[in-house]
């Protein structure tokens, strides 16, 4: 018996932090994994420092930007063990500790539908809506040798959009939207910074353009 047949019935998965409920068959869904694992990537390549930016001394605004998008992401992991699932529905609710203390609290969900072809496992299309909001408390990091404390002001919000074309690559119109305010303060630092920004993702979904401002300032820059 098939147990992917979108004509005759559903089959769902859903997922809280940390726990999933899910209807397993590998074999099909290795690409889903791939390409998911792909999204998890993004938040591990460092951003180049944009010679533009006017930041405050010691502070790469660009940090705060990579914790942000870590945290947004982090519901997304590469060990999750995912198989044929029609319609998407996760749960988000995470805490990330920071490296230096504090911590960013998610709270949102991933939704949408996927198209696979049931011979073949491949996926023929899709759309995954992301949205999050991150409430920062005390979160402590380090940006050029230096440590800062930030804060939501008031918190931090990710609307995304990831469109999926045949053979599970991203398609033009996959991007994420990064909006809201933080307070920061540490060496020569306190002052609130408000972050615009959007981030077109790549085919590969392994990264992609950046554009939009930080603290007032115009950024345009690649993951």
């Not at 869904?29 to 420092?49: D, E, N, P, T, Y």
């Not at 001394?57 to 990579?66: K, R, Y």
Request: proline letters at 3%.
């Amino acid at each position: 018996m098939k147990l992917f047949n979108i004509n005759l019935k559903k089959i769902a998965y859903h997922e809280e932090c940390g726990v999933s409920t899910l209807i397993t068959d590998k074999k099909k869904m290795k690409k889903i994994l791939v390409f998911l694992s792909a999204i998890a990537l993004i938040s591990m390549v460092g951003c180049k420092k944009d010679s533009s930016s006017s930041e405050p001394t010691g502070l790469n605004n660009q940090d705060i930007v990579s914790a942000i998008f870590q945290a947004g992401m982090a519901w997304n992991t590469p060990t999750k063990s995912l198989n044929s699932i029609y319609p998407i529905n996760i749960t988000v609710e995470s805490t990330i500790a920071g490296p230096e203390g504090g911590n960013i609290h998610v709270l949102g969900s991933v939704t949408g539908s996927m198209t696979v072809n049931d011979q073949t496992g491949a996926i023929i299309s899709g759309t995954m809506l992301l949205g999050l909001t991150e409430t920062i408390n005390a979160y402590a990091f380090k940006s050029n040798g230096q440590t800062y404390t930030m804060n939501g002001a008031p918190y931090i919000s990710l609307a995304g959009t990831f469109t999926l074309v045949n053979g599970g690559t991203f398609g033009t119109a996959s991007s994420m939207d990064i909006g809201g305010g933080v307070r920061v303060t540490g060496p020569g630092v306190d002052k609130t910074i408000n972050i615009n920004l959007t981030i077109i993702l790549n085919s590969h979904g392994t990264g992609g353009s950046v554009s939009g401002t930080i603290d007032g300032v115009s950024v345009n820059y690649k993951l």
